[in-house]
């Protein structure tokens, strides 16, 4: 067997009251891999992302983040633990500058007074660097959504999950978007997890997919073998 994946979900199910928005969900992303959920509206990429970083309680299942159970931990010591999360949109706020915004992604860290990490993430996004005082409402869409990447990177996770990243940029910089990740995971390590409904840009940039239909994992397997999948793409993938 190989080594111990950096992230497990083991039989993961939810509910909103009587509604189950997962059932059984698995999946496993080893240390440095860029995975991608993939699922149409309503699937439940939004709720199983929740689910990982403690701000939907599962009704049964476990995660486990390099070895350990973090099923239970509420949303901020997820993040100490090392999983960040990259909100739907972004949540960016834009009454604040750009360094202002990086500095509340590392309020959860003990030596956030330190300023390395402040330091590594401009120069990992020199677009950030230069606009560090400016306020976050003079960025672009592409560069709001790189300042929410930042931001999660400022609480040093070993996982980064993002949700939706794409939704709302122009193929061009979505394509962009999907390049600096895949750049950060060469130059830092980081391991990546994509929640998109834009299913063949995210196959085109990840290794390995996990498709969700209705709660479930309909199917998974290599990012190549999913994209020349007609059958897979025509049932589940939307093109
Ligand atoms: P989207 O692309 O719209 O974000 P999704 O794949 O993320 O879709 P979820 O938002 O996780 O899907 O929803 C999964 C299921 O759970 C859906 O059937 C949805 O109607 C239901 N659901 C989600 N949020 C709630 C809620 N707050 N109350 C009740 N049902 C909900």
């Known amino acids: 067997g190989g080594a111990e994946p950096i992230l497990r979900v083991e039989g993961l199910s939810a509910h909103f009251g009587a509604v189950r928005a997962l059932t059984d969900v698995s999946l496993a992303v080893p240390e440095r891999g860029m995975c ?6 309503g699937a439940g990429k939004t709720t199983l992302l929740r689910s990982l970083t403690g701000l939907h309680r ?3 299942g476990r995660v486990v983040l390099a070895g350990e159970d973090i099923t239970r931990l509420p949303a901020e010591k997820v993040i100490t633990r090392g999983l960040a999360h990259v909100p739907e949109g972004g949540g960016v706020i834009v009454e604040l500058t750009v360094e202002e915004n990086l500095r509340l992604g590392g309020l959860w860290r003990r030596d956030r007074r330190d300023r390395s990490t402040l330091n590594e993430v ?7 660097a230069e606009r560090r005082n400016k306020s ?3 960025l672009s869409g592409g560069e709001r959504q790189m300042l929410a990447i930042g931001r999660a990177l400022m609480a040093r996770p070993k ?5 939706e990243p794409s939704l709302g940029l122009a193929p061009l910089i979505t394509q962009q978007i999907f390049a600096l990740l895949r750049d950060l995971r060469e130059r830092t390590g980081l391991t990546v997890v994509l929640v998109e409904q834009n299913a063949a840009g995210a ?3 990840t290794d390995h997919g996990f498709v969700l239909n209705q ?3 309909a199917a998974e397997g290599s990012s190549a073998d999913l994209l020349s999948d007609d059958r897979m793409r025509h049932a589940y ?3």
Do not use: K
């Not at 401009?122 to 950030?128: C, D, I, S």
């Open 237 to 239: 993938l939307g093109f």
């Open 203 to 205: 196959l085109s940039v």
């Open 215 to 217: 709660g479930r994992v």
């Open 122 to 128: 401009m120069e990992l996004f020199p677009p950030l």
């Open 58 to 60: 599962a009704s049964s």
């Open 159 to 163: 996982v980064l999950l993002l949700d």
């Open 36 to 41: 991608g959920v993939l699922g149409a509206n």
């Open 136 to 138: 976050a409402s003079t």
